[in-house]
């Protein structure tokens, strides 16, 4: 058995200092952290782009540079947060839900290294690894150090103005570690995650790669005759596609974000000496020319050589060598050949031969230690142009969450990791969108119920009002369970309201009294029956007058009764005292028309309540309007009193968001007249920190509806798209309405295309200001399930649960969900 080495004997980098890695062999390496553009949210021009941008980059790097590109995706769990002492019932169901979740975790770096202009290349027979004895063939030259530092700094500012990349120089605690937290290059040796402790572990090299207890793999693309004919910016993700959309991702992202292990995705690109390149080149064309005669294959490979070299002198190509390689690994020995197939299978779809390297397996291994890149073994490097090379460069990572403390938990599509999402918020402060107004579209059985319930639910948590507009009974289960008011009409128990009543003895105020000359004369007088200003001055002070009189009297409750009776009696004394006559304000008439208001009238019951009062500092309202959308009476009276509502809250509440969702019910609103207020909502609840939100579920309506395509549409930033393959044929007249670009339309279109069949979930498209488009899951906890359901089965099981324990929704939902997990129910 050999003597064990000393890993400090061999260890290529002599220092790391003012942000530098310094190699024993005058190698200067300076490394930046890369932030990438999320997976699925490119276009094919974004993607073209981006590798015209990283070209760009790349070609102003000096010659014996060497680009090194290092992806990390590491295998780990979503830790659950329960430190929250305020967490309510279903954000705790939520975190033990989503508790060690599985998902890749990805982190990007590119290390820019500059080789001294006489260092001999290095090969496997020439690797550092190699060596017993490391020393430098050059001192370090300050004027070298200084041009290289110019040269990176244009790099990094082409790179990260193109708006699809971030770069940050790392630091030296971040480079060598601190007692804390191992740095990139004790990680590098030891596999380590990103924010994992020092740990000191051994390094096998001999039979294969082990490294403490990760069992390595190395898979190359080192040879020009593995690689694909053909490669590009993106390439077809054939999962999430269909007849009329294709959706895309980077052409390399097979073995990046879609390669489903722990791997490092190394990426090299070594910048020679151009004309000395070309000039080889010449030499070997005319040395195959000469012997073309003897070989059919010496013939081909001379055509290869001329194409190369025409490509080069006629289209200003840099000639560059590459190579890419995949170092994956695992803990399970016995996991190692289906790990072989994973990646194989992963190199095959770029259309490429994989190579499961092993002699050189430890040069290859050693040569991505960041810094030491210079000494990569070059025989396994392959001639080709930057354009092509950068092909194989990954350009995408993972879904990330958002720092705004208001969202909702969303989920990642490839591995359901729960994400933090603020498509309110956050898309204004960026300058993407310019409101909070919400278009939701999602036909019967999309999972378009459990989305608002999810988004109201979110809101309502982090201190939103939130008035809801409905019509089937979506948001009971979650009115009640966060305690809201619930409005809505049956015959035993009609629905009621006080449009009179002020909290608190406040003061009437202009806005309160002109909402109730409103609703008067909506009582009053018919659609097409115009009032004249004799009216309407008259209603003005009878309001004036019965307030005065309340404030006189606390002892007189205010409702719609006492005004009437207030009007009836005192009012009308003061008229004919005043001597108005009766066409500037017929009094017999207007309380006769009002007279089922009144007690024990028709609707005596609606303006009269002695509940639920206290609307303006309620938190969460849900109009329930299925049996009244048809009223002739009912509901244009209860509409504006829904409308009075949130503009209270909007004018009222300085500083605290409002929301206002719609569900179905605003077809039947803009029958009613509502057309002008709906125009209003959306155009200046954004000046009110507000939101205004429309969900519908059937395409003609949006599209013969000029209040939604005017009001609505124009002035919803935030689109949301539910699955729409019900409409795949017409898809295109909602594309046009909707304004949405083909990557949005590819992206709608492959919503629940390729879900994990062992979970339970739908996705969500969202478009924000048409510029930042994803799709999302809306997975949530079988609890959170329970609350949102509007299957009457699943509602009946959870009220009968409910009453067990008295009532309480919560404890009744905790059984429930304990009983379906056991089998029990």
Not at 258 to 272: D, G, M, T, V
Not at 491 to 516: C, Q
Not at 650 to 667: D, F, N, S, T, Y
Request: some cysteine.
């Amino acid at each position: 058995m050999a003597a064990p080495i000393d890993l400090g004997k061999l260890l290529p980098i002599y220092t790391v200092e003012h942000g530098c890695i310094l190699s024993r062999q005058g190698d200067i390496t300076l490394a930046y952290q890369v932030s990438l553009p999320e997976i699925f949210t490119l276009s094919d021009r974004d993607y073209e782009a981006f590798h015209q941008a990283l070209i760009k980059s790349i070609r102003l790097l000096p010659r014996f540079t060497v680009f090194h590109k290092q992806d990390w995706f590491m295998e780990t769990s979503y830790k659950a947060d329960f430190s929250g002492e305020r967490q309510s019932f279903l954000t705790r169901a939520s975190e033990r839900f989503f508790h060690e979740r599985p998902y890749l975790a990805h982190s990007c770096y590119i290390f820019l290294t500059r080789k001294p202009d006489s260092r001999r290349p290095s090969s496997s027979l020439l690797s550092g690894l190699l060596r017993r004895s490391l020393v430098p063939e050059q001192a370090l030259q300050p004027r070298l150090l200084l041009d290289f530092l110019d040269q990176a700094g244009q790099f990094e500012q082409v790179l990260s103005d193109s708006g699809f990349a971030r770069l940050r120089r790392l630091p030296d605690e971040e480079l060598a570690g601190t007692r804390e937290k191992a740095g990139l290059l004790e990680r590098y040796c030891g596999l380590l995650e990103e924010e994992g402790l020092p740990l000191l572990q051994d390094i096998h090299l001999r039979g294969g790669i082990r490294i403490g207890d990760r069992h390595c793999q190395l898979f190359t693309l080192a040879d020009a005759e593995a690689l694909p004919a053909l490669c590009g910016s993106r390439v077809n993700y054939d999962k999430y596609s269909t007849d009329r959309s294709k959706c895309s991702t980077g052409f390399a992202s097979p073995l990046g974000q879609l390669l489903p292990c722990s791997h490092i995705l190394n990426q090299y690109i070594f910048l020679e000496d151009a004309p000395q390149t070309l000039q080889r080149l010449e030499r070997k064309r005319l040395r195959l020319q000469s012997l073309s005669a003897y070989s059919r294959e010496n013939a081909i490979a001379r055509d290869a050589t001329q194409d190369f070299l025409n490509e080069a002198l006629g289209q200003q190509r840099l000639p560059v060598k590459a190579h890419f390689n995949v170092l994956a690994w695992t803990e399970e020995q016995e996991k190692l050949k289906k790990l072989g197939h994973v990646v194989s299978s992963a190199i095959a779809q770029l259309d490429a031969t994989p190579k499961l390297e092993t002699h050189g397996a430890a040069q290859i291994f050693w040569a991505g230690l960041p810094g030491n890149a210079a000494d990569f073994p070059m025989n396994d490097t392959f001639d080709t142009f930057l354009e092509q090379a950068c092909c194989f460069l990954n350009m995408e990572t993972a879904y990330r969450s958002s720092l705004s403390p208001t969202g909702l938990r969303l989920g990642d599509r490839l591995t359901g990791k729960p994400l933090h999402v603020d498509i309110s918020d956050e898309p204004v402060r960026q300058g993407i969108c310019t409101n909070r107004n919400k278009f939701i579209l999602g036909p019967s059985g999309s999972g378009k119920s459990f989305f608002t319930n999810h988004l109201v639910r979110s809101y309502h948590e982090q201190g939103s009002h939130i008035v809801l507009v409905d019509v089937g009974h979506s948001y009971k289960g979650l009115c009640d369970l966060v305690n809201g008011y619930y409005f809505t009409y049956d015959e035993k128990n009609p629905i009621r309201f006080n449009p009179f009543y002020i909290e608190g003895g406040a003061e009437l105020d202009t806005e309160k009294k002109e909402s109730i000359k409103t609703l008067l004369l909506a009582l009053w007088k018919k659609d097409s029956e115009a009032f004249s200003r004799s009216e309407y001055v008259a209603l003005s002070n009878a309001l004036e007058l019965y307030y005065h009189t309340l404030r006189a009297k606390p002892d007189i409750f205010p409702c719609f009764d006492t005004f009437y009776a207030f009007v009836r009696e005192t009012f009308s004394s003061r008229l004919r005292a005043e001597r108005v006559r009766e066409k500037e304000f017929d009094i017999d008439n207007f309380l006769y028309v009002l007279r089922p208001y009144y007690r024990d009238g028709e609707f005596g019951y609606l303006l009269n309540a002695r509940e639920n009062l206290d609307l303006l500092t309620e938190r969460f309202i849900v109009f329930e309007l299925d049996n009244i959308k048809d009223h002739p009476i009912l509901f244009p009276v209860v509409t504006i009193i829904i409308m009075e509502v949130f503009i209270s809250k909007m004018r009222k509440l300085k500083g605290v968001r409002k929301a206002i969702l719609i569900e179905e019910a605003w077809k039947a609103i803009a029958k009613e007249g509502m057309a002008e207020y709906i125009r209003y909502l959306f155009k200046t609840v954004r000046k009110f920190y507000g939101e205004a939100i429309v969900v519908t579920q059937e395409v003609e309506d949006i599209i013969s509806s000029p209040v939604v395509k005017q009001a609505i549409i124009n002035n919803s930033d935030c689109k949301i798209l539910l699955d729409q393959s019900k409409y795949l044929n017409k898809f295109d007249g909602i594309q046009e309405l909707l304004g949405l670009t083909e990557k949005e339309k590819a992206l709608v279109l492959s919503i629940n295309k390729a879900n994990d069949p062992h979970r339970r979930y739908k996705e969500v498209f969202i478009s924000l200001g048409g510029t930042l488009s994803k799709v999302y899951r809306t997975e949530v906890s079988l609890e959170e399930y329970l609350a949102y359901t509007t299957e009457e089965s699943e509602k009946v099981k959870v009220q009968a649960y409910a009453q067990r324990h008295g009532g309480d929704l919560r404890k009744g939902i905790r059984e429930l969900a304990g009983d379906m997990r056991t089998g029990k129910v």
